[in-house]
């Protein structure tokens, strides 16, 4: 018979087996929800404000315009979940040039928020988000700050902030250009203060990483965004 020791061995080994199976199907779930589904963001700069600040949290919806393939251009980011080497770096493989699995041959409207990645020219990776302003094919021109869609006003409602007193601010006139067919123009709503697309160019659909759903951070200011 065994001992109340050795009971109490098996029974402590048992727990500890059985956190580590929660623990890491958990860890699995958490990265395939990841992947595929849904990734909290956080906002490190003002270029948002006034609709969003620095520090705050937000979900985004990596399915909204399609099933995103995890590996599409994975060889150009050196780490993985930004902490792990990447083993992929530099290594193409068959999948990286598949930005979606699925694709729902849709993209974001006008005034959507969207979160996308961005590569320098050393391939250092940067998540950013901005506001959708133009769309693929349309003729963009900034005008005193005030932004034409194919040499019309465009009205905008949403959050801005739209001061250019500061002599260090991005100037308030830009264009025209003409958006590629595979592209958009974004910009932050923090006009004068925000690197955009003013400032590195055309943004590609495969960069979009999804429209945000919410922000779950602060507790004071959870909820949808405005329209």
Do not use: C
């Not at 990841?34 to 705050?56: C, H, K, Y």
């Not at 060889?75 to 699925?102: D, R, V």
């Not at 958009?184 to 659909?205: E, H, Q, T």
């Amino acid at each position: 018979m065994k001992s109340e020791v050795e009971k109490v061995k098996e029974k402590i080994k048992y727990w500890v087996l059985e956190w580590i199976e929660t623990i890491v199907v958990a860890l699995i779930l958490a990265l395939f929800i990841r992947a595929f589904f849904v990734q909290v963001f956080w906002i490190p700069s003002g270029s948002m404000e006034p609709t969003l600040n620095i520090n705050d949290r937000i979900i985004v919806n990596k399915l909204a315009y399609g099933v995103q393939n995890p590996l599409f251009e994975s060889f150009k980011e050196k780490t993985f979940l930004y902490i792990i080497p990447n083993p992929l770096y530099n290594h193409p493989i068959f999948t990286s040039n598949i930005p979606y699995f699925i694709d729902f041959r849709k993209g974001p409207k006008r005034f959507d928020i969207v979160v996308f990645k961005l590569y320098d020219a050393n391939n250092n990776r940067k998540d950013l988000i901005k506001r959708v302003i133009g769309l693929p094919g349309e003729k963009l021109e900034l005008k005193k700050g005030f932004v034409y869609i194919n040499e019309k006003p465009l009205s905008e409602s949403h959050p801005i902030n739209n001061n250019y007193g500061n002599p260090s601010s991005f100037p308030a006139t830009y264009g025209p250009v003409q958006i590629p067919d595979d592209s958009y123009l974004v910009m932050g709503d923090n006009r004068p203060n925000s690197a955009d697309s003013r400032y590195w160019g055309f943004l590609p659909k495969n960069n979009i990483i999804g429209p945000v759903i919410m922000r779950i951070w602060p507790p004071n200011s959870v909820g949808f965004l405005p329209k």
